[in-house]
């Protein structure tokens, strides 16, 4: 109740749209062996987020029935779906599909939501600014934190690999003049084909001169774990 009237006071929600929260939450709770406080603090967040009526309320059953397979707390997951729904656009994304890529990479790497969710936070708007869909972010982290690293180490690489292309730098310029590309050849490439087809591409043209790879990708953490993940002969990559 605490939660769900903090819903009212804070958020803004109507006191009849909550009593109709309040009757979902008793429902949704027993079928998913969620506590109706652990859904309400859940749907406190979903809705702070900006989401609403059936929106809301399906954002919190995908939520709580992924944190009921094992990923974590249902706020926890609730963080990343809303995440991702406000950076790809609800045109593009909904709540059944967020989690569903959230569990396959979970799955697949090696850390629990409980880690994944902050990192990818701070990676998600960047990387859909971009043109890279939210399935090749998570499996990146999935990747690199099934090699041993976290999923912070990660996302902090991710997050200097696509700013080298945002931003630009005068390196970064340089070293795709040296291979006959520009950024807008780049950029045009990630919205059409992908990030890590087009991260292979440019490891393939670019070869063995890491003179031109450190000066394609500045940050020092960044290009490590780049390299890392696609390996050396560029066969595979996220």
């Known amino acids: 109740d605490d939660s769900l009237t903090k819903i009212n006071t804070l958020v803004g929600v109507s006191r009849e749209e909550i009593a109709g929260w309040r009757a979902e939450l008793?429902?949704?709770?027993?079928?998913?062996?969620?506590?109706?406080?652990?859904?309400?603090?859940?749907?406190?967040?979903?809705?702070?987020?900006?989401?609403?009526?059936?929106?809301?309320?399906?954002?919190l059953t995908e939520s709580a029935r992924a944190s009921s397979l094992g990923m974590g707390d249902t706020q926890v997951v609730?963080?990343?779906?809303?995440?991702?729904?406000?950076?790809?656009?609800?045109?593009?994304?909904?709540?059944?599909?967020?989690?569903?890529i959230l569990w396959r990479a979970v799955q697949e790497?090696?850390?629990?939501?409980?880690?994944?969710?902050?990192?990818?936070?701070?990676?998600?708007?960047l990387a859909a600014s971009i043109g890279v869909y939210f399935e090749e972010t998570t499996a990146f982290v999935?990747?690199?934190?099934?090699?041993?690293?976290?999923?912070s180490e990660a996302v902090t690489a991710?997050?200097?690999?696509?700013?080298?292309?945002?931003?630009?730098?005068?390196?970064?310029?340089?070293?795709?003049?040296?291979?006959?590309?520009?950024?807008?050849?780049?950029r045009a490439s990630i919205r059409e084909r992908g990030l890590a087809a087009t991260l292979i591409d440019l490891r393939k043209e670019i070869g063995s001169n890491y003179d031109a790879l450190g000066k394609l990708i500045p940050?020092?953490?960044?290009?490590?774990g780049l390299l890392n993940v696609i390996g050396s002969d560029s066969?595979?990559?996220y």
């Open 26 to 59: 008793l429902k949704l709770g027993p079928q998913l062996g969620k506590g109706p406080v652990e859904l309400a603090e859940a749907l406190y967040y979903i809705a702070g987020a900006g989401a609403r009526g059936a929106e809301a309320l399906n954002v």
């Open 235 to 237: 066969g595979t990559v």
């Open 142 to 151: 999935a990747k690199f934190t099934k090699q041993g690293g976290s999923a």
């Open 158 to 186: 991710r997050h200097g690999t696509l700013m080298a292309f945002l931003d630009g730098t005068e390196p970064t310029r340089e070293a795709l003049k040296s291979i006959g590309m520009t950024l807008d050849d780049v």
């Open 78 to 100: 609730a963080k990343v779906v809303t995440s991702a729904l406000e950076a790809y656009g609800r045109e593009n994304m909904n709540a059944a599909k967020a989690t569903e």
């Open 219 to 224: 940050r020092g953490e960044s290009l490590s």
């Open 109 to 125: 790497g090696n850390a629990d939501a409980k880690e994944f969710g902050p990192a990818l936070g701070r990676v998600m708007s």
